[in-house]
């Protein structure tokens, strides 16, 4: 899907992309420039599922859940701005790199996530990206994703 949308709701999200509750992390785009780069958001609050285990004495949002959500965000960049893929392909986290974290995030905050197109080789797509809360980097990775079709998935 190709389009030049500077921002993205909910619809437009669960258009875009196969992840429902309790997975879909990205809660709206507020920059896109196709090819280029996102800024997305996540609110994150005290009724995601995995506070209850992760810590009920100290709400922590799970880091590689943050990474999730960066790679959500990677996907909506791709298929906003990729004539490759189409609707019906699956977005794939092909590897991490460089994974830091550097703050807790907890319920209340709001994550905002920056992606930034690095380059892409043989249908993988590189990032750098990072996860701000309140101005302050709370966790940051270079991702690699790949798209395939879902039909070659099967079987």
């Given at each position: 899907m190709?389009?030049?949308?500077?921002?993205?709701?909910?619809h437009?999200?669960?258009a875009?992309l196969?992840?429902r509750?309790?997975i879909l992390?990205?809660?709206?785009v507020?920059?896109?420039?196709?090819?280029?780069?996102?800024?997305?958001?996540?609110?994150?609050?005290?009724?995601e599922?995995?506070?209850?285990?992760?810590?009920?004495?100290?709400?922590v949002?799970?880091?590689?859940l943050?990474?999730?959500?960066l790679?959500?965000?990677a996907a909506l960049?791709?298929f906003?701005?990729?004539?490759?893929?189409?609707?019906?392909?699956?977005?794939?986290?092909?590897?991490?790199?460089?994974?830091?974290?550097?703050?807790?995030v907890?319920?209340g905050?709001?994550?905002?996530?920056?992606?930034?197109?690095?380059?892409?080789?043989?249908?993988?797509?590189?990032f750098?990206?990072?996860?701000?809360?309140?101005?302050?980097?709370?966790?940051?990775?270079?991702?690699m994703?790949?798209?395939?079709p879902?039909?070659?998935?099967?079987?």
């Open positions: 190709n389009t030049s949308a500077t921002a993205l709701d909910i437009k999200i669960l875009l196969p992840h509750y309790p992390l990205v809660d709206r507020l920059e896109l420039e196709p090819r280029r780069r996102i800024k997305a958001l996540k609110n994150v609050s005290i009724n599922p995995y506070f209850s285990g992760h810590f009920p004495q100290r709400p949002m799970p880091g590689v943050i990474i999730e959500a790679a959500q965000a960049l791709t906003c701005g990729s004539k490759q893929v189409s609707e019906q392909s699956l977005y794939y986290l092909a590897g991490i790199d460089k994974a830091r974290f550097k703050r807790p907890a319920p905050d709001t994550l905002i996530l920056n992606v930034h197109h690095e380059r892409t080789r043989r249908e993988i797509w590189k750098s990206a990072s996860a701000e809360v309140e101005g302050t980097v709370a966790a940051q990775a270079e991702l994703c790949t798209a395939r879902a039909e070659q998935d099967r079987g």
